[in-house]
């Protein structure tokens, strides 16, 4: 287990966190600690993307034949 000291030194801070001019380095490098925000997908979206699998399309055809067969 890391001892305290050897965390600090691993990430580069100090015990009682960053200073002023690492924050803005990191601000500089990393930019704003935000997340982007994504557009939402509707319902019909949704539905579509689960009933593109190639997988699902493989089984509804195999749905199909058998009614078909039968």
């Given amino acids: 287990m890391l001892r305290q000291s050897e965390i600090t030194k691993l990430l580069n801070t100090t015990p009682s966190g960053l200073d002023e001019i690492m924050v803005s380095n990191h601000f500089y490098k990393h930019g704003e600690n935000q997340r982007e925000d994504t557009k939402k997908k509707t319902v019909l979206q949704m539905i579509f993307s ?21």
């Fill in 50 to 70: 689960q009933l593109s699998d190639f997988m699902l399309m493989i089984l509804i055809a195999a749905a199909i034949i058998s009614v078909i067969v039968m």
